[in-house]
């Protein structure tokens, strides 16, 4: 399974990317996290990406496309990937194809995951996830047994700098300039899916399981 998951923050991508890698044993390349982990570490990638996503804004292209470039040829994307926050740009979409045709590689879909907005706004302000293990939450969706407390490690839950609401609302535009445009791109070259993302999980995940023939 090599597919693109597209759709605005908080539509859940990364949640069912996660039950989907355990399912088929696939990478779950979330930009949105390779780049929170070189922040955490004091890369220079993670302090040229810092101001961006501080600010809700878009890191560059260019820094984007290499990262991806280099994450794409390690082994454990040969049984399958997921693309989750990237694209998220034309340019960025264009750079995909070109690299994916070089690599002889041919996607099996790009999953549109479709929310209503009030719901995505919900999801992100009440998103907490635990610092340990990284496993997802929510405070009205999704509460841990134990407030504040991972419920499968133990592990401390934190919220994201940029989902506080003020970054929020500045996220959600710069996905309707930006990256909401790939919708077209991907309809056009007729690979693009769409699935209801505000029903329950498990539904969601079906949904895809058909979508990409599995
Ligand atoms: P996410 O976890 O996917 O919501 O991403 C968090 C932040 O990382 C975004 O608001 C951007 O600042 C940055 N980011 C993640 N993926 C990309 C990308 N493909 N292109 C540019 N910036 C990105």
Redesign the pocket.
């Known amino acids: 399974m090599k597919v693109i998951f597209l759709g605005s ?1 908080g539509a859940g991508k ?1 949640t069912q990317a996660a039950v989907l890698r355990e399912r088929y044993g696939l990478a779950h390349i ?4 390779i ?2 982990e070189n922040v955490r570490n004091g890369t220079t990638l993670g302090k040229t ?1 810092r101001e ?2 501080d600010s ?6 260019e820094v ?1 496309i290499a990262m991806m470039e280099e994450r794409l040829q390690k082994p454990d994307c040969q049984k399958g990937f997921i693309l ?6 034309v340019p ?1 979409a264009e750079a995909l194809d070109a690299l994916l045709d070089r690599m002889g590689i041919s996607l099996d879909g790009v999953i549109l995951f479709e929310v209503p907005g009030d719901l995505v706004l919900d999801r992100l302000t009440g998103r907490r996830v635990c610092g340990k293990c990284g496993e997802i939450y929510n405070v009205h969706f999704k509460k841990t047994k134990v407030p504040g407390v991972c419920d499968l490690c133990g592990g401390e839950l934190v919220q994201r700098d ?1 989902d506080r609401e003020e970054i929020v609302i500045k ?1 959600l535009e ?1 996905y309707e300039e930006q990256t909401a445009p790939l919708i077209r791109y991907y309809e056009d070259k007729g690979q693009l899916v769409r699935v209801d993302a505000g029903q329950e999980g498990e539904l969601v995940v079906a949904a895809i399981e058909r979508a990409v023939g599995q």
Do not use: K, N
Request: no cysteine; net charge neutral; hydrophobic share 30%.
């Open positions: 923050p990364g979330s930009t949105g996290d780049l929170r990406a961006y996503m809700g804004r878009l890191v560059p292209d984007i989750d926050g990237f694209p998220r740009t960025q940029d996220r710069v």
